[in-house]
């Protein structure tokens, strides 16, 4: 009897420490589960300059420029209000002045203003479910994670003037480490 005890207890007591120890093994979809979570609360973006205030806009020479803040105010993000129009009879080249100002709703696109600047993201990089992940597991601990982000706009994105958004996406590689109280987390890039 007493032996069949000290069995059950060895057998729970195994049981208990390999279920509760740290798992040091992680795959490719545990990886890219990580890096998912962690883009959730530090996502990857690119910003632009966007100004606001009292603007002047000539005829058709500014015609796309005003265009664009058009698309804004139909989404809601900016007010334009008319505050001079100089229309010319025979002439393109009529000027508008218009005050604009940001909305509520462009407050989780806007990253800092100032008096008649504000920086804006333009695009924000998601992680692609659809490509391949690139894993190199390092140690027991620590693992290197190359993912693609595919590119996804913003309203703000027609002013972004970076000639460097000739691919749809982006790849990252994410340094990960198995810690004791959390799991896996991305440690650095």
Do not use: H
Not at 72 to 94: C, T, Y
Not at 128 to 139: A, H, L, M, Y
Not at 155 to 164: E, H, L, Q, T, V
């Amino acid at each position: 009897m007493k032996r069949s005890l000290i069995l059950v207890f060895i057998l729970f007591s195994t049981i208990f420490i390999n279920g509760c120890g740290n798992e040091t093994t992680i795959n490719e979809n545990e990886a890219s589960e990580v890096i998912a979570e962690f883009l959730e609360s530090n996502p990857e973006f690119k910003t632009a300059s966007f100004s606001y205030g009292e603007i002047k806009f000539k005829g058709e020479k500014d015609q796309e420029e005003l265009s664009k803040y058009e698309v804004l105010e139909e989404n809601g993000l900016i007010k334009m209000e008319l505050i001079e129009g100089k229309k010319r009879f025979f002439s393109k080249d009529s000027i508008y002045i218009y005050q604009i100002s940001l909305t509520e709703k462009a407050a989780s696109l806007v990253i800092s203003q100032g008096k008649d600047k504000a920086k804006v993201k333009t695009v924000f990089y998601v992680l692609d479910e659809s490509k391949p992940v690139n894993f190199i597991k390092s140690s027991n601990k620590t693992a290197k994670v190359t993912v693609s982000l595919k590119r996804e706009g913003t309203d703000f994105y027609s002013f972004d003037n970076s000639k460097a958004s000739n691919s749809e996406f982006i790849t990252k590689t994410y340094k990960l480490k198995l810690k004791k109280e959390a799991g896996w987390v991305v440690t650095g890039e």
